[in-house]
């Protein structure tokens, strides 16, 4: 793991991209609920996808909108998050 040197323990998104292609989960501070993050999946021969992809969890989501997916889907980032310096390491 990596012990990031940004300002309260906080990245930019180059980083956050850096530690998942190392096999870390990030998150934005700024993400409404609790219990989302970014991850990378690399596939393996048995898996249907064949390039290295980055998705969202929410399976732990904490929120009180009762109607909020809860899954794993493939992410992309916004060019908020892209530029957003608010990225943490879990």
Do not use: H
């Not at 096999?23 to 999946?41: D, H, P, T, Y």
């Not at 969890?57 to 009180?64: A, I, M």
């Amino acid at each position: 793991m990596c012990n990031p040197t940004g300002e309260n323990g906080m990245f930019d998104f180059g980083e956050a991209l850096r530690l998942l292609k190392l096999g870390n989960r990030v998150k934005r501070a700024g993400w409404n609920g609790q219990g989302i993050f970014v991850s990378m999946s690399t596939p393996d021969s048995g898996d249907s996808m064949t390039q290295p992809f980055l998705y969202i969890d929410t399976l732990n989501l904490q929120t009180k909108n009762p109607m909020a997916p809860k899954g794993r889907v493939p992410w992309a980032p916004s060019q908020t998050d892209i530029l957003a310096e608010d990225w943490i390491l879990l």
